[in-house]
């Protein structure tokens, strides 16, 4: 049985991570998506309303399960009995940030392994932060993330314009 954990901010989840997950969803056991609940970055939604977010975006894929974690991936991913942390890839500078960051993870725990699963060409360019950027710009995004997210990004921008 082979268990993994993607750990992410997701703020907000977009249809790119949706995708990484359940692709993942076939050829893993169990996937944890693990919530980032203290980012070092400036975020939108709280912990509670990402967790939600992609709980309600996945949850027609039953081996999925999302949940909020603190401190360092690989110990979220031995706390909850992963053997492998996910991660999706885009094109260019993903590349390089994922290699350093698979390479620490591996010193960190030598017995947990990093599997990167290509971002679909229609979801290379999608970005959190673009998303916000462009829905707080009065650009469409619906096209981009699940339909709640876009009904919560438009109501939480309402409210800060």
């Known amino acids: 049985m082979t268990n993994a954990i993607y750990p992410g901010t997701f703020d907000p989840v977009h249809n790119g991570h949706v995708d990484v997950a359940e692709r993942a969803s076939k050829l893993f056991d169990t996937i944890i998506v693990a919530v980032y609940d203290s980012p070092p970055k400036t975020l939108m939604f709280s912990t ?9 975006s996945i949850k027609h894929v039953p081996n999925i399960k999302v949940k909020p974690f603190k401190g ?20 260019g500078s993903d590349f390089e940030i994922e290699f350093e960051m698979a390479h620490m993870w ?23 932060s673009r998303i916000k950027e462009v829905a707080s710009l009065g650009g469409n995004v619906k096209n981009l993330v699940p339909k709640r997210v876009a009904a919560e990004l438009a109501a939480r921008i309402k409210i800060l314009q």
């Open 72 to 91: 360092l991936a690989v110990d979220s991913a031995r706390a909850s009995g992963a053997q492998v942390i996910l991660r999706g890839l885009r094109a």
């Open 48 to 56: 509670k309303e990402r967790v939600e977010l992609f709980s309600g």
């Open 106 to 128: 591996r010193k960190l725990a030598p017995d947990i392994d990093v599997v990167c699963i290509m971002s679909s060409l229609e979801h290379q360019f999608i970005r959190s």
